[in-house]
């Protein structure tokens, strides 16, 4: 089965852009990249997906390689209220409706 | 607006007794989820189901059950066969097609057993 792999955590400085990495090396080829983050207690907020191609919405910026094993979710310019748990989910197996959440990396904006 | 609800948002219950949570969705979406998530850690499939009167088994489907009688609703009963249920309860729900699914979430249940 794919997983993702993310840092356990990142800080990142109010109204600089936040980077934050996962690995998804074993992604089948038609597979989406999902991004969500969770705010404590709350439910996971979706973000944005992604196939091949670098994806822009209001929120935030997608960047995947070109061998799909890697993407970089862009907070371009993080605020206090970025600080959350950030998830990069993919399905596996492909074409199923079980969704592989790994453990998050915990991003802190610091003012 | 559409979304899911789920309720009730607390719970707490004595050992050995079973409790439903409540899954409703206003979003006309086919596929509808349960999950589980524990203190620092990600969320774990129980039961998923992508159509009316089907459902099936995620990986930590013991001690939980499920029905699916209208598309709207989902609700999950945790009996007193798991072991451990403290936990934080999360219902989705996605389209069922193909290509992009994106997961929708509701804002949780924290059950909490005595």
């Known amino acids: 089965d794919a997983k993702t792999t993310q840092p356990t955590s990142m800080d990142c400085a109010e109204g600089r852009a936040a980077n934050l990495p996962c690995n998804h090396s074993?992604?089948?080829?038609?597979?989406?990249v999902y991004w969500y983050r969770q705010i404590h207690s709350q439910g996971p907020q979706y973000i944005i997906h992604?196939?091949?191609n670098n994806e822009t919405n209001e929120m935030a910026s997608l960047i995947i390689t070109e061998d799909r094993k890697s993407s970089t979710l862009i907070l371009p310019h993080a605020t206090l209220r970025d600080t959350a748990v950030y998830y990069c989910?993919?399905?596996?197996?492909?074409?199923?409706?079980?969704?592989?959440f790994g453990t998050g990396t915990r991003l802190k904006v610091l003012a | 607006d559409g979304g899911i609800t789920q309720s009730p948002k607390y719970l707490f219950r004595k050992e050995g007794q079973n409790v439903t949570l409540s899954c409703e969705q206003n979003?006309?979406?086919?596929?509808m989820y349960w999950y589980r998530q524990d203190p620092g850690q990600g969320l774990r499939l129980i039961y998923y189901?992508?159509?009316?009167?089907?459902?099936q088994k995620g990986d930590i489907a013991e001690g939980y059950s499920v029905s699916r009688e209208k598309k709207e609703s989902f609700p999950l009963t945790v009996t007193s066969a798991q072991k451990n249920p403290t936990a934080f309860y999360l219902c989705?729900?996605?389209?069922?097609?193909?290509?992009?699914?994106?997961?929708?979430f509701g804002a949780g249940s924290r059950l909490t057993v005595l």
């Open positions: 989910i993919v399905r596996s197996p492909p074409g199923t409706y079980k969704y592989i």
């Open positions: 992604g196939l091949k």
């Open positions: 989705a729900s996605s389209r069922a097609v193909s290509g992009a699914n994106v997961l929708t």
């Open positions: 074993t992604i089948s080829g038609n597979e989406y």
């Open positions: 979003l006309n979406h086919d596929a």
């Open positions: 189901s992508q159509i009316v009167n089907d459902f």
